[in-house]
């Protein structure tokens, strides 16, 4: 077996299972899970019957490429999305489908990392666990960028000594941040590809939750709107993330692209002909359907934005919080240990959140996540209300 899967720490949720094992809730009130990120709106009609009347392609052997069409589709939704201009993406060589963002993110240091280098993967902490067990398995030592509160709960770049960034072959970055919902300017980006081009590293921005922003005027920044922004035009040593998993509620469809440096692309394409990962034709062609539509992303935020106004104000003044400029979760406090809040919050009110120590690393002497909890707002208004109605019961009765 290969040895590196003992380095694997057990997933955030495997540890949860084991923390709340034995824990009888309620019965009289009924569940709230808020632990995983998994949309709960409904998926776009129109998609699901573009992938109904494209079933037909499922006697066809998908290209690892991806059709066209989808590459195109794509390639224009960056340039209207982050005002790249028309002509700005070749579809051709700077556009690759994935089956969501989770695989392509994990494939892709394998890809990239050379392991007979001695190499790091640097990754923001908190963080996305499949940064981390991708590094891993790829040979690669993980490094951790912790995210504190002063600097807005994004990676000190600064503090970084010189000598850590030499060894770096692939940064991971998220903007808006899981499970922060801190989002990157253009110039911290730019501070990102500065040390890139300093050190000679890649950088992989996982950018799945773009699309869920508080403020309809001011969308998030992306990693190549910052390489447009310096003139960058073939964006070099960056490849971005995005996924219709968030911003269309469709994380079974698994459809997501990687786009950016089409020399890294071009490697990266050859590893996926290797892999055998090419997504299935009806799942494309619905994937084309759902990149040219806007309407039923903006009535998507419209969701978000409601549960936050409904939840803030009952938690507010219980939990020490605030309100993200992007993502779907909120990352509060706990009056003391993380594990134990969210164990006896199960067993009084059937609430289910997850510690925050579970999505961080001891680094530096601390684990960022230790004392916070991840509250995922997927469910219902009137249900995450509710959530937060228990919420406020449960801390003020203790």
């Known amino acids: 077996m290969n040895p590196l899967l003992e380095k694997l720490e057990p997933y955030p949720f495997e540890r949860l299972a084991h923390l709340v094992d034995g824990v009888e809730p309620p019965a009289d009130l009924a569940p709230i899970r808020l632990t995983i990120g998994e949309p709960k709106h409904a998926p776009p009609a129109f998609v699901v019957d573009r992938l109904r009347a494209s079933l037909a392609g499922v006697g066809t052997y998908p290209l690892t490429a991806g059709l066209p069409e989808l590459r195109a589709a794509c390639a224009a939704w960056l340039e209207r999305r982050f005002a790249l201009g028309a002509g700005a993406v070749d579809p051709g060589s700077m556009v690759l489908p994935v089956n969501g963002t989770r695989e392509a993110l994990f494939a892709f240091a394998q890809a990239v990392v050379d392991p007979a280098a001695g190499a790091r993967v640097m990754m923001p902490n908190p963080f996305y ?111 971005v993330f995005h996924s219709l998993s968030k911003r269309s509620n469709l994380p079974g469809l698994r459809s997501g692209f990687v786009a950016g440096d089409p020399d890294v692309l071009a490697r990266f394409r050859l590893y996926r002909t290797y892999h055998g990962c090419a997504m299935p034709v009806h799942v494309q062609q619905a994937s084309i359907a759902a990149w040219n539509d806007e309407t039923h992303v903006r009535e998507n935020r419209v969701l978000y934005r409601a549960k936050y106004d409904a939840v803030m104000p009952i938690l507010a003044g219980v939990l020490e919080l605030e309100r993200p400029a992007g993502s779907f979760y909120l990352w509060p406090r706990t009056p003391g240990d993380d594990e134990a809040f969210s164990r006896d919050l199960l067993a009084a ?43 406020r019961e449960f801390i003020e009765e203790r």
């Not at 911290?188 to 699309?211: K, N, P, T």
């Not at 230790?370 to 919420?391: D, F, N, P, T, Y």
């Open 129 to 239: 666990q499949i940064y981390e067990g991708a590094a891993l398995l790829a040979g690669a030592e993980p490094c951790y960028l912790p995210a504190g509160p002063g600097h807005q709960a994004l990676p000190d770049l600064d503090a970084v000594p010189a000598k850590t960034w030499a060894t770096c072959q692939l940064l991971y970055v998220c903007t808006p941040g899981n499970p922060t919902g801190a989002v990157m300017d253009v110039a911290y980006l730019a501070r990102v590809l500065e040390l890139a081009d300093r050190y000679d590293f890649i950088v992989a921005s996982d950018e799945c939750y773009s699309e869920i922003y508080a403020d309809e005027d001011a969308p998030p920044a992306g990693l190549l709107q910052a390489c447009a922004a310096l003139g960058r035009a073939r964006f070099e040593r960056c490849v």
């Open 349 to 391: 009110r059937n609430v289910a959140v997850l510690p925050g120590s579970y999505l961080g690393r001891q680094a530096g002497g601390t684990n960022p996540g230790r004392g916070r909890v991840r509250i995922s707002l997927v469910a219902g208004v009137e249900e995450c209300a509710e959530a937060a109605r228990r919420i």
